[in-house]
């Protein structure tokens, strides 16, 4: 009776126990994926560990003063991933820039791509002159005739006294007495656009040529912007055929007594006359022709059925692909 007795008396205290303590929910843990971390956070870790203080806090509860995976302390640790990594992010950075600058510049700046868009061989490539000269008239085939510049243009001198060897035998005719009985050839110079340097050009051409022995006539056909009589030095009067500072160079500044301020119809015909009649009439082998950008007016085009030869200057670094690719569409 007495051990019945305890036993009851046990249940009924089991039975209290149980309606006064709620049961513990059950929880089911997921693996952690492992998480690097630096050698000094690690140490910190076992250092908190013993002392009682460590937690399962998440990675960007890091107590303060702890270290993260990519805090600047254990990024400061690898000198070397510093550097590779900035190395790295300025080489993406500057192929990056190098790309976008290279797709938004129209301009020509290599031979390879004045004769893709042009569609031309280049027959000479002119050095830059220097500084105090770029902005001047003057000429320096003939003030340093043994200068890079000077021989430049010797090259070009060259390439077009070949090409007017090609053309006469392609005529069916032969240098010498067949070339004399046609008189003068005659090669226009011209460039896309202003600024590019097809007079400079012409000044310096003459010079070299009357270098080599030939008598060269320059004509001024850029009536609107005359300027051919600065670098050669002659006379600025209309309709007058005048010396130069280069023996051997003779020029006409204007074709019609109006000059400037000519119609552009009659400009084009007086100019088309006085070729024509140059050819005939004086005793020159060359005959060059300074006129107005080609892509500007129409001037250029009506005078290049005249033209046995014709230049077209570029400027690198200023012409640009665009007007390259018009050039060569309207020369076609």
């Known amino acids: 009776a007495g051990a019945v007795a305890a036993y009851n008396s046990a249940l009924t205290e089991l039975a209290r126990l149980q309606e006064s303590q709620p049961q513990p929910a059950f929880e089911t843990f997921e693996i952690s994926p492992p998480v690097p971390i ?22 960007d509860d890091v107590p303060s003063g ?83 510049v000077a021989e430049a243009y010797r090259s070009l001198r060259g390439s077009l006294v070949y090409n ?20 003068a050839q005659v090669v226009l110079v011209t460039s896309a656009g202003a600024s590019e340097g097809k007079t400079t050009v012409t000044a310096n051409l003459a010079t070299v040529m009357a270098e080599a022995g030939y008598g060269v006539l320059a004509v001024n056909c850029d009536y609107r912007r005359p300027k051919l009589a600065f670098h050669l030095g002659g006379d600025h009067t209309p309709l007058k055929v005048s010396k130069t500072v280069v023996d051997g160079v003779m020029m006409v500044n204007h074709a019609t007594e109006e000059g400037s301020a000519s119609v552009p119809s009659e400009a084009v015909q007086a100019q088309r006359a006085l070729i024509e009649n140059a050819k ?39 012409t640009t692909k665009e007007s390259a690719e018009k050039t060569r569409l309207l020369l076609e």
Request: overall charge negative; cysteine-free.
């Open 164 to 183: 007017n060897v090609v053309v006469e035998q392609g005529n069916g005719a032969t240098p010498g007495e067949d070339a004399d009985a046609q008189g």
């Open 38 to 59: 630096s050698e000094s956070a690690f140490e910190q870790r076992l250092r908190a560990g013993r002392n009682g203080e460590a937690s399962y806090t998440s990675f």
């Open 280 to 318: 005939r009439r004086l005793d020159q082998d060359v005959i060059l022709l300074d006129t107005a950008p080609i892509l500007a007016t129409n001037d250029a085009s009506e005078l290049i059925p005249l033209a046995d030869l014709v230049v077209i200057v570029a400027f690198v670094g200023r």
């Open 66 to 148: 702890g270290t993260s995976p990519f805090s600047a302390e254990s990024l400061a640790d690898k000198p070397i991933v510093l550097v590779a990594g900035g190395t790295l992010a300025g080489l993406l950075l500057a192929i990056i820039v190098v790309g976008l600058l290279a797709r938004l510049d129209h301009r020509i700046l290599s031979r390879g791509e004045a004769e893709k868009y042009f569609g031309l061989p280049v027959i000479a490539e002119i050095p830059k002159y220097r500084r105090r000269d770029r902005k001047t008239t003057e000429l320096v085939s003939f003030t340093e005739h043994m200068s890079q």
